[in-house]
């Protein structure tokens, strides 16, 4: 089955400063890969996703690049802000219609 | 419209005790998920239903029963608690088609297991 991993755990950025997280799946025939959000004690939120059709894809200050021959795929927030605080999620699937297999998270902390 | 939401949204059990967690959803979804997040693992599947009446096993179904007896909701039974069920429960749900794959969550439930 799909297997996702996940880099880094843990990032601390300055305000302002840009952060990156990388994902990498192991199913070539996946081919939906979305980013959640999830602030503390709250539920995960979907804040972007990509399909295998697109290499990139952005929204304001968040973008995904995605490397199917690499098969990996990453998220990149510039600017960041206090509010971009967080854990960050990626996932992989078949479409919309298999369960997605979740990385394990980043943790984000921007500080001011 | 209330999206996705759960019952209850905190628990203390004792090991052996048994309890169903419920999920409802009102955006007449087809799909509906149930996962487990524990700290340092991410978010876990344990069982999803494509439609009412059906129901799979996910990543780490052992211990856990579901049910999908209405569209609208989905169940998730422990017959007999464990510690190592002590977890938060997210429930999803999701519509499979264009335009859109995502995955709406409920607020979760904290399920403590002593």
């Known amino acids: 089955g799909e297997n996702v991993e996940q880099h880094p755990s843990t990032l601390s950025v300055q305000e302002g400063d840009s952060a990156v997280i990388k994902c990498t799946y192991s199913d070539s025939a996946s081919n939906y890969f979305p980013w959640y959000k999830q602030e503390l004690g709250k539920r995960p939120q979907l804040i972007i996703d990509?399909?295998?059709?697109?290499g990139e894809k952005k929204d304001q200050r968040i973008a995904v690049t995605l490397n199917k021959t690499a098969k990996h795929f990453s998220l990149h927030i510039t600017e960041t802000q206090p509010e971009d605080s967080a854990v960050y999620f990626c996932?992989?699937?078949?479409?919309?219609?298999?369960?997605?297999?979740f990385g394990k998270g980043t943790r984000l902390s921007v500080i001011a | 419209n209330a999206g996705v939401t759960q019952t209850p949204k905190f628990r203390v059990l004792k090991t052996g005790q048994s309890m169903t967690l419920l999920c409802a959803q009102d955006?007449?979804?087809?799909?509906m998920y149930w996962y487990r997040q524990d700290p340092g693992m991410g978010l876990r599947l344990i069982h999803y239903?494509?439609?009412?009446?059906?129901?799979a096993k996910g990543e780490v179904p052992d211990g856990y029963n579901v049910s999908r007896l209405k569209k609208q909701n989905f169940l998730l039974g422990l017959e007999s608690a464990a510690p190592s069920q002590t977890s938060v429960y997210f429930c999803?749900?999701?519509?499979?088609?264009?335009?859109?794959?995502?995955?709406?969550f409920g607020p979760g439930t904290r399920l403590t297991v002593t």
């Open positions: 239903s494509v439609g009412e009446g059906t129901t």
């Open positions: 990509i399909r295998s059709n697109v």
């Open positions: 996932a992989a699937s078949m479409r919309g219609n298999t369960p997605l297999v």
């Open positions: 955006m007449n979804h087809e799909y």
């Open positions: 999803a749900s999701s519509y499979p088609g264009d335009p859109s794959y995502e995955q709406y």
